[in-house]
């Protein structure tokens, strides 16, 4: 599982490769919070490298959405994969997740 | 072919018992999608022993907290797994459905886990017996028909 974080303007750009499951969700959490510490909240997070993602890792993305909403923080996701779009799908989070496919029309979408 | 992994019930030996299911599903001819649906539905139910399971047993005098994961191919037309464990008899799949309509503010953070096995496989049974929780669960390997039994 690899994380990483460009700052770009007000926004902070999340890049995930690999897989998060139960194991790596924690080192997930942690740097997400922690740049939402720092002062970002706009925040897009590109998967373009993930493999996979279990119920942790979503546990995740739902913390961090409300996160960010209760601060009036805007959160773009781009560039799933479909087998990751699948997952969120089944569990509802397509309708509740601002989704995007290309990390131009998610960024796009934060400023719209 | 049944191919069975007892292993203790820690978060260190996920990615061991993942194995084995990734395993068992692709020998058996599932495609990788698949395979992987099988491995989101195992991960969750490992997880669920994991934290759960023993959390109430003295570790001095009680049960082991292993973790028994037993995969079964039936002639690569559907893949059978079955995780046991010897803890406080519960059954996941009472717990109902996270109501995955509610907006962000509203969704409960966890519940998500057992869901997702039942989207993923073709289905998940529980039963207690001789004081260990077993989850059942099969995936039909896509294409394929069942055969009507061997007489």
Known sequence: MTITHEISGQTALVYLSG????????????????????????????FKGLEYISSAGLRVLITVAKRLKATSGKLVLCSLEPKIYEVFDVSGFTAIFSIRDTQEDALASLDA | MNKTLVLSATLDNLEALMAHGREAATACGMDPRAVQQVELALEEVLVNVITYAYADVDAGT?????????????????????????????????RPDPDTSLPVEKRAVGGLGIFLVKQMMDSVAYRRSRGRNVLTMVKRCPGRSPEPPDI
């Not at chain 2, 039936?74 to 010897?86: M, N, W």
């Open chain 1, 19 to 46: 897989r998060i499951d139960a194991q790596s969700a924690p080192g997930v959490n942690e740097e997400i919070n922690q740049i939402i510490d720092q002062g970002r909240n706009r925040m897009l997070i590109n």
């Open chain 2, 62 to 94: 009680g049960p082991s907290p292993a973790i028994e994961l037993s995969c079964d191919c039936d002639k690569g037309r559907a893949v059978t797994i079955s995780v046991a464990d010897q803890g406080t008899a519960f059954n996941p799949l009472d």
